[in-house]
C-alpha cells in the first residue's frame, strides 16, 4: 500500500481568502520571513511542528473556529 500525504495549505488559504502575505506578516514574530511563501508553493518535506502549530493557531484566529490539522494535510492511501 503507498501512503502520500497531500498538502493543502496553498488551497486552505485561496477558499477562505487569505493571502500568504497576511498569514506571514502575522506569524513574523513566530515563523522565518519566507517560510509561508514556500510552504504555500512546494510543500515541506519535513514540516516543524512549531511552525505548523503557529500557522493552526493563525488560521483558528482567521476563521473564528478551531482549523483542524486534516484541514491542510490530507492521507492518501492507495
Do not use: C, H
Not at 519535513?46 to 486534516?70: F, H, K, M, N, W
Request: positive net charge; charged residues 30%; glycine residues 8%.
Amino acid at each position: 500500500m503507498k501512503v502520500t500525504i497531500i498538502w493543502k495549505l496553498k488551497e486552505f488559504l485561496e477558499r477562505e481568502g487569505i493571502t500568504a502575505y497576511r498569514l506571514q506578516t502575522d506569524l513574523k514574530e513566530k515563523v522565518g520571513t519566507q517560510t509561508i511563501y514556500v510552504w504555500v508553493r512546494n510543500p515541506p518535506k519535513r514540516p516543524d511542528l512549531g511552525i505548523l502549530a503557529a500557522i493552526l493557531g493563525q488560521l483558528s484566529e482567521y476563521t473564528g473556529r478551531r482549523v483542524g490539522l486534516e484541514e491542510v494535510l490530507e492521507v492518501s492511501y492507495e
